[in-house]
């Protein structure tokens, strides 16, 4: 067997487990079938199985049971979001592919979070808002960004989702941090942004989701604007 088909076969066990854990054919504590009836199975050897069965491991998905066989690992989220950050920096991933999973991620938890939102959780988003305007590091300004953003994702309630924010938050935390030095660019004034906040939790407060998309949207896309300005000049 020459390595590509080495390399073809160990893929093949690795996607189709993914692939189930993804539609919900196979979670968290479920145990994988004996090796034996995998190699048939995938029609491949035994040690090109546990090959596979290794890499699955290493990344988090899978955990091996001494004595007991292979199971998916009870972590199984924060694992499959590792993966796609650590896919993002081996492919020298841009600013504009982390503004695009803002994008995708938030676009989705600020309307969820206008229909879920408790008067606590209102109240800790108002005052993450007014720290924000009152912190006068940038660093720390951006630090308490990211925070009210992941505490949106957290009222959202999307176990994934907050896993993903929480893996990539190194990522994130650069973006945000460029976001606000860029601030000034395009009209983007830091006022901007702070009224851009202040909407965003005045519709989740008023539970319109509508509303909320709208929000979010508009301050997204003002932060792309300004990162291109920036970049341009």
């Known amino acids: 067997m ?26 968290s504590g479920d145990m994988l079938p004996p090796e034996r009836s995998m190699t048939e199975l995938y029609g491949i050897s035994r040690p090109l ?4 069965l290794k890499a699955l491991e290493s990344m988090g ?28 920096k081996l492919n020298n ?4 592919d ?8 938030e676009s989705y938890t600020v309307p969820k979070a206008a229909h879920m939102a408790t008067e606590s959780d209102i109240a800790e988003l108002r005052k993450l808002h007014l720290d ?30 907050i896993n993903i ?17 860029n601030a000034p660019f395009a009209g983007n004034s830091i006022n901007n942004v702070y009224k851009e906040h202040n909407e965003i939790v005045e519709a989740i407060a008023s539970h319109d989701p509508g509303r909320a ?4 949207e508009k301050h997204l896309n003002r932060i792309n604007i300004g990162l291109m300005s920036h970049n341009h000049d």
């Open 98 to 105: 982390i503004l695009d999973l803002r994008y995708m991620i």
């Open 49 to 52: 199985l546990r090959e596979a």
């Open 61 to 88: 998905i899978i955990d091996k049971q001494q004595g007991r066989g292979n199971f998916i690992s009870n972590n199984i989220s924060s694992a499959l979001s590792k993966t796609a950050v650590l896919s993002f």
């Open 132 to 161: 924000i305007v009152n912190e006068s590091d940038p660093k720390k300004k951006a630090n308490i960004d990211r925070i009210f953003h992941q505490k949106i994702a957290k009222i959202s309630d999307n176990k994934l989702v």
């Open 165 to 181: 924010l929480n893996e990539a938050s190194q990522l994130l935390d650069v973006f945000t941090a460029e976001a606000i030095r």
């Open 2 to 27: 020459s390595n590509n088909n080495i390399i073809d076969a160990k893929r093949s066990v690795i996607d189709d487990i993914q692939t189930k854990i993804m539609r919900g054919q196979l979670k």
């Open 213 to 216: 998309l709208a929000a979010i």
């Open 93 to 96: 991933g841009n600013p504009q």
